[in-house]
């Protein structure tokens, strides 16, 4: 596939070449500058269908626009038969942001799409967030914390997260200081704020990642799992932080787009993938 170049995802040009095949919408317009989301629709999709949604939350540490990042994830699930967005959200290298005001984008834009449900053809019930590093902390943010109903975006409450290199420990320097206080890192640090009844998750992480230790991921299912949580890790033995990308291993990317899919039909939000054709062969005479 043309768009889908093991390159490195770079530069204004590669941008637009990736998201040729996606349908973009102006979802904020915020004091630093508009706002994208950028939809992918399933074959044979009509407005008024009952869909799942995939919304993708790109890494960076909410530092630099990754929002191509996931254009691979969101092909795969369009033509799985998910309506997938993957989402830009404001960043420091643009906006001289931090994770509050990205927090705040992804609640603008459950907000703007409440209003064209019925357009992009959503299953309300069947909404899912997937992230990776911050992208995936701004997933839990919006889901975990059980008393900050300011910072949560209560409009959809997701029905599965797909976390990928996850960021789950807000509270260590120099993450906490891109908060506005010390609480608020600690509030919304996925580690502190882990509860009952939340949504069923699978985490992708790499043993090798150094960005986010493994060590925390397998505080964060153990204690989830305490909870009674439905939670799923795929770990990968030589995985570093950057396996899942397309363009980093398509093999990991392969296995990890697999297991995120069989998760997503055994918790009936997506159908069963139909079997393989064999080919037909001809007797010989």
Known sequence: MSLLQRTPLIGQARQRELLKSATSFPYSETPEGPLHGHFFAPPGFEPGDKRALIVFLHGGLWDSAMATQFVPHCLYFAE???VAATLETRVFSTHRTGPMEALADLKAFLAWLKSYEHHFGIDPNKVVFAGALGGAFLALAATLPKLLKEEHPAVYSPAALLLFSSLLDTTTRPLIERFPDTATAKRLSPLKAVRRKAPPMMLFHGKKD????????????????WRRNKIELLDFENG???????NVSELY??????AADQ????????????PIEEGIVEPAD
């Open 80 to 82: 799985r038969g998910a």
């Open 240 to 246: 570093d932080h950057a396996f899942f990308n397309f």
């Open 253 to 258: 990317y392969e296995v990890s787009i697999k």
């Open 263 to 274: 998760f997503l039909v055994d918790l009936g939000l997506l159908e069963p993938a139909p």
């Open 210 to 225: 150094r960005a986010a230790p493994f060590a925390l991921v397998e505080k964060f299912v153990k204690s989830m799992r």
